[in-house]
């Protein structure tokens, strides 16, 4: 049973709120797959926590999931993969400008296509979880990683962006525990700068996520959670954007799925962006 003949079979149980979701997610599925919860909430006329619950409401585990449903919906319905309205007709337009957009798309589309759901959820609840984050990711993946950090040390104190840099990587490695989550940005590279770290941070059981553009790696071999961008070809800047795409994925999911905790938190944050990346490159 797909999606949409779910939600019609469940439609008289929900509340009127969720009674809009219901008739925006039939009427708009590619909106769904492309969009946050929050602009869901905003073009359906409800709110971001009444989308939420129309999601519990359907006995699924989140907006995520919800919106894992309509992608295959999709993809059973048109045999391709969603991309939004507004995209289409961007390819479709004859400006120079373009060609390069819709390898960005088509980029970001791919890394969907490749998402595995669990890997994904599973990553935000580590990430939640960890009592301090290592974020490690040197040349051409150095300002992913510095994207990343900024972005969950504006809502947690304990984040740590490393420095390539043996002196200090040495310090960082002895803060790390069993608790602790080491997050590789491993990308546009063959992984050796950093698989040392790696190697001695496993020793320590830390939990190692990672996202790389090529598989197998080494990294694959380490790694408790992998994420993999969907850039069929090695191509720094494609890989750039895809990687920040999910990147940002995480972060907010992460946020929207803990928003009271965040909420809290990032009042009470303190935020240290580093002196240089000259190490890093």
């Known amino acids: 049973?797909?999606?949409?003949?779910?939600i019609k079979k469940k439609y008289i149980r929900l509340s009127k709120g969720q009674r809009k979701v219901a008739q925006f997610v039939i009427d708009n599925p590619n909106i769904i797959a492309t969009q946050v919860a929050s602009e869901v909430g905003r073009?359906?006329?409800?709110?971001e926590s009444t989308v939420i619950r129309f999601c519990y409401a359907m006995?699924?585990?989140?907006f995520s999931e919800l919106q894992q449903k309509v992608k295959e919906y999709l993809i059973e319905k048109d045999g391709v993969a969603p991309v939004t309205t507004k995209a289409r007709a961007i390819k479709k337009q004859n400006i120079p400008c373009n060609e390069v957009m819709s390898r960005d798309i088509d980029s970001i589309v791919n890394t969907m296509q490749k998402m595995h759901e669990q890997n994904f959820n599973e990553t935000i609840d580590l990430l939640h979880n960890a009592n301090r984050i290592f974020i490690l990711g040197v040349r051409s993946s150095a300002p992913a990683a510095l994207w990343l950090y900024n972005n969950l040390?504006?809502?947690?104190?304990?984040?740590?962006?490393?420095?390539y840099n043996t002196e200090k990587i040495a310090i960082d490695l002895t803060q790390?525990?069993?608790?602790?989550?080491?997050?590789?940005?491993?990308?546009?590279?063959?992984?050796?700068?950093v698989m040392a770290v790696v190697e001695l941070a496993k020793r320590k059981k830390v939990k190692l996520v990672a996202i790389t553009d090529n598989v197998p790696c080494p990294l694959q071999k380490q790694a408790d959670l992998l994420l993999t961008t969907g850039t069929s070809e090695h191509n720094v800047m494609l890989c750039d954007i895809a990687v920040f795409s999910l990147l940002h994925s995480i972060v907010e999911c992460m946020i929207m799925q803990y928003k009271e905790y965040y909420t809290l938190a990032r009042t009470q944050s303190t935020h240290n962006i580093p002196n240089s990346l000259i190490e890093w490159v």
Request: net charge negative.
């Open 43 to 47: 073009q359906a006329g409800v709110s």
């Open 176 to 193: 790390m525990n069993e608790q602790s989550v080491l997050f590789v940005v491993g990308v546009n590279e063959q992984q050796d700068d």
């Open 59 to 62: 006995d699924l585990s989140g």
């Open 1 to 6: 049973m797909s999606i949409c003949d779910s």
């Open 153 to 163: 040390a504006s809502y947690r104190n304990d984040v740590q962006l490393m420095s």
